[in-house]
């Protein structure tokens, strides 16, 4: 005890013996044997897993399911409302309501052009239309407008625009009238396609060709133009093209005479026609009609007074004078 006290004393310290360690060096303490101080304490279980848990020893909760039901309410809402039109018609009062502001900034109908108009009249097309002076004219519907417009009996297509701030800008294109159309006791006209365009003034169209029979308007434009290339004498002189059983034509000449084509081979039917009268004036007799349904002769109905006077005469001097190659002509009743 004085030996440590005086090293004390003199300021030197002695070491206490360390306790020798029963773990050989190179191996870890075994954790058996660690101190658990400072160990963090295991978190707690969330709130699902904790209904999770609670669902599987049978203790359920109401919230969740009231949480449920209420979502389910919800969607409900949501879909009844949605198909109900209530959302569209929300969205329409809306946009309503913007295009009426709009239109107090400046942005109303205030002049509708038209251009291409020739025979459809103003009054119709304005009902088509369907615009007042100070409508909103981003509230105008173009597409609907144009719609309405081509359902009129002499617009073939129309263009409508707006031009902003306050004019709508309307394009017609008509229809070309073809001819006139006879079906019973109504008379109309129409274009080269056969459609119907009016049955209103068909006085100022007299000029036009004219098409009796069911079935006519379709056919019409390909016999026609058939004779407008290659016979437009012969076209000149046809007062009506009469459609029969909708096989085949009949042509009323102006002289009241038929001419009657075949079904098929109408074209060679009527150049042998035009060359017969060239030769023998043959549409100028004393006849009702000349048939030329077969395809090695032509055959002539007489009148009665030309059939009482010396029809045997007459008969003999078509004989004489007219013939197609391939057989001879008849005279007679048909």
Not at 7 to 32: D, E, F, L, Q, Y
Not at 123 to 140: C, H
Not at 223 to 237: A, E, G, I, K, V
């Amino acid at each position: 005890m004085r030996q440590v006290k005086k090293a004390s004393r003199t300021g030197v310290r002695t070491a206490p013996k360390k306790k020798g360690s029963k773990i050989a060096p190179g191996k870890r303490r075994n954790a058996s044997t660690m101190s658990t101080f400072g160990r963090r304490k295991e978190r707690p279980a969330g709130a699902l897993m904790q209904w999770i848990d609670n669902v599987r020893e049978g203790n359920f909760g109401a919230r969740p399911f009231a949480w449920g039901a209420f979502v389910l309410l919800g969607l409900v809402a949501i879909y009844g409302f949605a198909v109900g039109g209530h959302a569209q018609a929300l969205r329409d009062a809306a946009v309503a309501k913007t295009n009426r502001v709009l239109a107090l900034s400046g942005f109303s109908i205030q002049d509708v052009r038209v251009t291409g108009r020739a025979q459809t009249r103003k009054a119709d097309l304005l009902v088509a239309v369907g615009v007042e002076r100070g409508d909103p004219i981003f509230g105008f519907d173009t597409e609907a407008a144009r719609q309405r417009i081509e359902r009129l009996g002499w617009v073939r297509s129309a263009t409508v625009t707006r031009l902003l701030p306050d004019t709508i800008r309307i394009e017609v294109v008509e229809r070309e009238p073809f001819a006139l159309w006879q079906r019973g006791g109504a008379l109309s006209l129409i274009d080269a396609e056969g459609r119907p365009i009016s049955e209103e003034g068909v006085q100022d169209f007299a000029h036009l060709p004219f098409i009796v029979g069911f079935g006519a308007p379709r056919e019409a434009p390909g016999l026609l133009n058939l004779m407008r290339t290659q016979q437009p004498q012969l076209l000149s002189r046809v007062r009506a093209f009469v459609r029969v059983g909708d096989r085949r034509w009949n042509l009323r000449l102006e002289n009241g005479v038929d001419v009657k084509l075949p079904e098929t081979g109408v074209e060679a039917a009527l150049s042998a026609l035009v060359t017969y009268d060239a030769q023998h004036r043959i549409l100028s007799r004393d006849i009702v009609a000349v048939d030329l349904r077969l395809p090695d002769r032509v055959s002539v109905e007489l009148t009665e007074s030309a059939a009482a006077d010396g029809g045997i005469a007459t008969e003999a001097k078509m004989k004489q004078g007219v013939a197609r190659p391939g057989g001879p002509a008849r005279g007679g009743n048909t």
